[in-house]
């Protein structure tokens, strides 16, 4: 059992950066997968990154370049860094748990657990 808590959502402005923090408890965080996914009003969730536990990344391919995704296992904490962000990235974003890898790691129900999600809103 994993437990996940986000933090770091707020308002910011047209190009300014964010980064996201998703606290781990439970389970043994290092051997997980680790993602982030984003849910816009009234739109599906959509995968935004993840990342092994070796630290391999991938990256949605319109999100690349403007969002970092890190981890660090002493923390129990992954993290989303988010720059030059735009309205459009304005949703609830959500931290997921995987306990094995899965070639379809950008699909939510591939992941074992969620936390609550935090507010992203851009501001044009």
């Known amino acids: 059992q994993v437990q996940l808590v986000e933090s770091g959502g707020g308002l910011v402005q047209d190009g300014d950066s964010l980064r996201l923090s998703c606290a781990a408890s439970?389970?043994?965080?290092?051997?997980?997968?680790m993602a982030w996914f984003r849910q816009a009003p009234e739109k599906d969730r959509k995968f935004v990154a993840a990342i092994s536990s070796g630290r391999s990344t991938n990256y949605a391919d319109s999100l690349k370049g403007r969002f970092t995704i890190s981890r660090d296992n002493a923390k129990n904490t992954v993290y989303l860094q988010m720059n030059s962000l735009k309205p459009e990235d304005t949703a609830v974003y959500y931290c997921?748990?995987?306990?094995?890898?899965?070639?379809?790691?950008?699909?939510?129900?591939?992941?074992?657990?969620w936390g609550q999600g935090t507010q992203v809103t851009v501001s044009s």
């Open positions: 439970g389970d043994t965080f290092s051997s997980y997968i």
């Open positions: 997921a748990a995987a306990r094995y890898y899965s070639s379809t790691y950008y699909r939510s129900d591939e992941y074992d657990y």
